[in-house]
C-alpha cells in the first residue's frame, strides 16, 4: 500500500496479482472516490455509490492466511480484493498489512462520505448453515469410525482417526469461527477479517 498527497489531493493505493498472468489488480482511494483498474477496465465509484461490503477469510491450497474483500456498486458493479499475490507458479504472497490499512482507509472515507452501505462479516448465512450441517454431519461419521474401530480392537486405526479429526479440526476451526456471519459498523471493522 502507498500513501502519497504531501503536497496534492490524498491518495491511498493497493494492488494484487490475482493470477499468474495478466496485470495486477489496482485500487486507489482518491479524494473522488474508489478508483479501481482490473484486467483492462477501470472506473471510480463514489464512496456513498458503494452498496455493500463483505469481508471474508478465504484460505486456499497455495496461500492458508488469505482474505477477501468483496464490494458492491448502487449501480450493479461487484470488484473483488485480494489479500494476496500471486509471485511465481509456487508462490503466493500474503499482503496482509497493505490490505487491512486498505481496507480500514476504505472503510473511514465511506463513513466520512456518509455511506450507508451493507456492512458484513464471514460467509452468507445459508452457506455457513450448510457448512455447519456438513460438519455435523462428518462428526457423526468420524465417531461412529472411531467407535467402531475401538470395539473390534483396531487401535491403529482409532489413533489414525483421531489424529486426523485433530488435524482437520485445527484446519477447517479457523475458517468456521472467523466466517461467521455477522453484521458490523464502519468504527468497528472485524480485525480477525483483516490479518
Not at 24 to 41: M, P
Not at 138 to 161: D, K, N, P, Q, S
Amino acid at each position: 500500500m502507498q500513501v502519497s498527497g504531501a503536497q496534492g489531493p490524498s491518495v491511498t493505493s493497493y494492488a494484487y496479482k490475482a493470477s499468474l498472468i495478466g496485470s495486477a489488480h489496482r485500487f486507489e482511494l482518491t479524494d473522488a472516490g474508489l478508483s479501481w483498474h482490473i484486467a483492462g477496465r477501470s472506473g471510480l465509484w463514489r464512496y456513498d455509490e458503494i452498496s455493500a461490503v463483505r469481508l471474508s477469510f478465504r484460505p486456499v491450497s497455495m496461500q492458508q492466511h488469505r482474505f477477501r474483500a468483496d464490494l458492491s456498486h448502487t449501480g450493479g458493479g461487484r470488484v473483488r480484493i485480494l489479500s494476496t499475490s500471486w509471485q511465481t507458479a509456487a508462490l503466493m504472497a500474503p499482503q496482509d498489512n497493505g490490505f487491512r490499512d486498505f481496507i480500514i482507509e476504505l472503510h473511514a472515507r465511506m463513513a466520512q462520505a456518509g455511506s450507508r452501505a451493507e456492512l458484513t462479516a464471514g460467509l452468507g448465512r445459508k452457506t455457513y448453515a450448510a457448512v455447519l450441517a456438513f460438519l455435523a454431519v462428518l462428526t457423526v461419521a468420524m465417531t461412529g469410525l472411531l467407535i467402531r474401530a475401538l470395539i473390534i480392537g483396531e487401535f491403529a486405526g482409532a489413533l489414525f482417526i483421531i489424529g486426523f479429526a485433530a488435524l482437520f479440526a485445527w484446519q477447517v476451526g479457523g475458517f468456521v469461527r472467523r466466517n461467521q456471519p455477522h453484521s458490523y459498523s464502519f468504527d468497528h471493522v472485524p480485525k480477525a477479517l483483516l490479518s
